[in-house]
């Protein structure tokens, strides 16, 4: 081997050698060069018991469909549907670009239960010009009961306890909060979890209930039954309509698990 080519191969070994120490450094400071995902400080609070979920992923329809509804509606909402886990979905409602955020930022724990704390935030990067319902999911290994008070930091705090579209034994699908309706035919579906597979529903527009009646699921409790139904109602006086849905209590005959959607009167 001549001078020149030993020379030529050394250069070449350094070259590579500099190359590995790069990649090496931007994967210890949490960057990929292939792709990947965001530095280390960027990633949310873990915090023992409460674990991030992606809504994307569950697999219980029932679930997805509680989480579906909630993630439109302002506000902290609880649910446990097997008495030992609860989903905790906290969510910011509409918001006129993308780029919000939410995260659990702070848990306290004292005797019998759990303090949290939300932490919300602006568009930090470029706006990007679309409707956002931006929200968080977490799954605590607490009961409801377990979670004593909820708070907020940020742009905006988040209401709680709150009266949302979905519970953990009623579950519309159609329509979901926020819904432009244009004809005075409305389709409710979704699932419920009621006794005898009976419950009500109301619509009002603020000043006058255009319909009411109730509604018959295909299975009763304990099973998730699914109802469908399409409902005539009177001409509304104003745009702000108010789908409810709820149960009577068979004790004493009181509302129980009531559930409020609102909704946006388009028609002429």
């Given at each position: 081997m001549s001078k020149t080519e030993a020379k030529a191969r050394v250069l070449t070994l350094l070259v590579a050698a500099v190359a590995l120490i790069a990649i090496a450094?931007?994967?210890?400071?949490?960057?990929?060069?292939?792709?990947?995902?965001?530095?280390a400080e960027d990633e949310p609070p873990v915090f023992a018991g409460f674990a991030l979920i992606d809504a994307g992923t569950l697999q219980d329809?029932?679930?997805?469909?509680?989480?579906?509804?909630?993630?439109?509606?302002?506000?902290?909402?609880?649910?446990?549907?097997?008495?030992?886990?609860?989903?905790?979905?906290?969510?910011?409602?509409?918001?006129?670009?993308?780029?919000?955020?939410?995260?659990?930022?702070d848990v306290s724990t004292e005797t019998g239960g759990f303090h949290l704390t939300f932490?919300?935030?602006?568009?930090?990067?470029?706006?990007?010009?679309?409707?956002?319902?931006?929200?968080?999911?977490?799954?605590?290994?607490?009961s409801p009961?377990?979670?004593?008070d909820v708070s907020g930091?940020?742009?905006?705090?988040?209401?709680?306890?709150?009266a949302g579209?979905?519970?953990?034994?009623?579950?519309?699908?159609s329509p979901l909060p926020g819904v432009a309706v244009?004809?005075?035919?409305?389709?409710?579906?979704?699932y419920a979890r009621v006794f005898?597979?009976?419950?009500?529903?109301?619509?009002?527009?603020?000043?006058?209930?255009?319909?009411?009646?109730?509604?018959?699921?295909?299975?009763?409790a304990p099973a998730w039954g699914l109802f469908s139904l399409d409902v005539e109602f009177s001409r509304p006086t104003s745009p702000g309509l108010t789908l409810s849905l709820f149960d009577m209590s068979m004790k004493d005959g009181s509302i129980i698990d009531e559930v409020f959607i609102p909704l946006v009167w388009t028609g002429n």
């Open positions: 450094a931007g994967l210890v400071a949490g960057c990929s060069l292939f792709g990947g995902g965001k530095p329809p029932v679930v997805r469909a509680w989480a579906q509804a909630c993630g439109l509606s302002a506000g902290v909402h609880l649910a446990s549907f097997d008495g030992a886990n609860t989903y905790i979905l906290a969510a910011r409602g509409e918001k006129p670009t993308g780029g919000f955020t939410v995260f659990l930022s932490k919300t935030g602006d568009p930090s990067g470029p706006v990007t010009q679309i409707i956002s319902y931006p929200y968080a999911l977490y799954l605590g290994q607490c009961g377990q979670i004593l930091v940020g742009a905006e705090t988040l209401p709680w306890p709150v579209p979905a519970n953990v034994n009623i579950i519309p699908t244009s004809t005075t035919t409305l389709h409710l579906e979704g005898e597979a009976q419950f009500s529903y109301s619509l009002e527009d603020g000043h006058n209930v255009l319909a009411a009646g109730s509604i018959m699921a295909d299975q009763g």
